[in-house]
């Protein structure tokens, strides 16, 4: 139980241009989902916190206008890079809590580049 | 604030031999702490967990991990290390403590190499 995808696995886009990633909780309702962003061969950095039905909550440096959250219901979120630029280009990382629990299901990330 | 400390990026050990990652915390809640595991291009999975009950906490895998708070510490460790344990390895703190949304705050990151 407790599975978490993302779609896609990988996308390659041209800069100036949109990309879409959904992360899905498969198996229960997610109240909060994260999202996260690494770059190679470092950490996760939390980019915002999304709770359904409400704005998300971006940390300090993330361009919210850049980066557009959706929680639009229990089992889905998107996370839009609008205007990708290369430096755009990093592994995004999704996890989903459970409206009866504090633990964070990752989903499997989905690695971005923009050329 | 919450933070954490990984020493070691890197940590190479021969297989059977003990695994040893080092973590640090800073938090000025009781916090949550959590050990999670990356392979390569894939998501986080998580080895184990210490929220505030046995300071001992065994998890997947043969791994586990003590709570030390005098010493603000949460290493990581396995008696005998395996070749499919090379991965890289992430310590995380949450504010779940104080009620909070519990989002992570995560170490560097540990690098475990392991050599046949």
């Known amino acids: 139980g407790a599975v978490v995808s993302q779609h896609p696995s990988w996308v390659i886009c041209k800069s100036g241009t949109s990309v879409k990633i959904e992360c899905r909780s498969l198996?229960?309702?997610?109240?909060?989902m994260f999202w996260y962003r690494q770059f190679p061969k470092q950490s996760l950095m939390l980019m915002a916190t999304?709770?359904?039905?409400?704005?998300?909550?971006?940390e300090q440096g993330v361009e919210k206008d850049k980066f557009l959250i959706n929680h639009a219901s229990l089992t889905l979120s998107t996370l839009t890079v609008t205007s990708a630029h290369p430096e755009d280009s990093s592994f995004y990382i999704c996890s989903a809590t459970p409206a009866s629990s504090y633990e964070q299901y990752f989903g499997p990330g989905t690695r971005l580049t923009v050329t | 604030a919450q933070s954490v400390t990984q020493l070691g990026s890197h940590v190479s050990v021969s297989e059977g031999a003990l695994v040893l990652l080092r973590c640090n915390y800073s938090?000025?809640?009781?916090?949550?702490l959590f050990w999670y595991v990356q392979y390569p291009n894939q998501g986080l999975q998580l080895l184990l967990k210490y929220t505030s009950a046995a300071t001992l906490v065994k998890g997947i895998n043969g791994f586990e991990a003590e709570f030390k708070k005098s010493e603000t510490s949460f290493h990581l460790t396995k008696p005998s290390a395996h070749m499919s344990d090379a991965a890289e390895y992430f310590c995380?703190?949450?504010?779940?403590?104080?009620?909070?949304?519990?989002?992570?705050?995560f170490g560097q990151g540990t690098t475990l190499q392991v050599k046949p």
């Open positions: 938090s000025s809640v009781p916090p949550y």
């Open positions: 995380a703190v949450s504010d779940l403590g104080s009620g909070n949304t519990g989002k992570l705050i």
């Open positions: 198996d229960f309702q997610a109240t909060t």
């Open positions: 999304s709770n359904e039905g409400s704005k998300a909550t971006y």
